[in-house]
């Protein structure tokens, strides 16, 4: 049964930064596509940032530059370092096998202006 929990989410200032990481089980990880999205109040959830199995990374134009996303396969954990971070950056922030349609629960990221 494949589960992803994420953490790390919070409240924080305009400019500051926030790692979320993803813990994931009951798959073989190291072979998977990892993402990130986000959904804010009223809008639709869309992509942040995805990394292969061979870590090519994928980012929506609006994170370049700022987040960066990573995995460690000895952990099972993928992992959103966000930085400058602005207050549109706001919501709820999940975890996601893309080519399966498994998603995490999803940890708030709000960004104070």
């Known amino acids: 049964q494949v589960q992803l929990v994420e953490s790390g989410g919070g409240l924080v200032q305009a400019g500051g930064s926030l790692r979320l990481s993803c813990a994931a089980s009951g798959m073989i990880f190291s072979i998977k596509t990892m993402g990130w999205y986000r959904q804010a109040p009223g809008k639709q959830r869309e992509l942040v940032a995805v990394?292969?199995?061979?870590?090519?990374?994928n980012y929506a134009d609006s994170v370049k530059g700022r987040f960066t996303i990573s995995r460690d396969n000895a952990k099972n954990t993928v992992y959103l370092q966000m930085n400058s971070l602005k207050p549109e950056d706001t919501g709820v922030y999940y975890c996601c096998l893309p080519q399966s349609n498994y998603w995490g629960q999803g940890t708030q990221v709000t960004v104070s202006s």
């Open positions: 990394i292969t199995s061979a870590y090519t990374t």
